[in-house]
Nanobody, 122 residues
Framework: QLVESGGGSVQAGGSLSVSCTDS????????MAWLRQAPGKEREGVAA???????AYADSATGRFTISQDNAKNTLYLQMNSLKPEDTAMYYC???????????????????WGQGTQVTVS
């Protein structure tokens, strides 16, 4: 029920926005996150937002990426600016009801996943 969209290709220094729609859940009870996996690397947390709107960012994303959500549209967003080639990865949307506050960027905290959307920076 998590469906990502908006990935694509961009030159270094450019911007992209990805979104994730969940038609099933009640936003007020969820923590949602963006995670990514580059070829040959482990999946890693990028940004997360909890039901109160509190956010968490990986060091690599701080200052360049912004996570947000639109409760009325059941949609999660990730605005990515100043993109670098090392941001190239499959980006996944994930969600769960029970995520420990200090572990919002930990892959294992999430049981609901989208199929991913590719982001390529050249």
């Amino acid at each position: 029920q998590l469906v990502e969209s908006g990935g694509g290709s961009v030159q270094a220094g450019g911007s992209l926005s990805v979104s994730c729609t969940d038609s099933r859940r009640t936003y007020s009870t969820y923590c949602m996150a963006w995670l990514r996996q580059a070829p040959g690397k482990e999946r890693e947390g990028v940004a997360a937002i909890d039901s109160r709107g509190g956010t968490a960012y990986a060091d690599s994303a701080t200052g360049r990426f912004t996570i947000s959500q639109d409760n009325a549209k059941n949609t999660l967003y990730l605005q990515m600016n100043s993109l670098k080639p090392e941001d190239t990865a499959m980006y996944y949307c994930a969600a769960d009801y029970w995520v420990v506050y200090g572990r919002r960027l930990v892959v294992l905290e999430y049981n609901y996943w989208g199929q991913g959307t590719q982001v390529t920076v050249s």
